[in-house]
């Protein structure tokens, strides 16, 4: 078994949120990836890597791959760069 904390990639968690088709806030957004993922996982991306759910809410959103809808935010299938 290993040692460390798995880790997912941050496309998974934008194709999660395609998914589920829903819109969320950064509290339920982090709650989903949580219960999707695990607490013990780490995210990575194209260009950082060992992020928390919740720093990699951050990097995703300084980044612009969330979008606006009136309930809160989603994304967008053409904000996924899928390396």
């Known amino acids: 078994m290993q040692e460390n904390a798995t880790d997912v990639h941050g496309h998974e968690v934008m194709r999660m949120m395609l998914e589920s088709g829903q819109a969320y806030d950064r509290d339920t957004l982090e709650a989903a990836i949580l219960e999707r993922f695990g607490t013990e996982t780490r995210f990575c991306t194209c260009s950082a890597s060992g992020m928390t759910a919740s720093q990699l809410i951050d990097f ?24």
């Open 60 to 83: 995703l959103a300084q980044r612009g791959k969330f979008v606006p809808t009136g309930e809160g935010f989603s994304t967008d299938p053409g904000k996924i760069c899928d390396h």
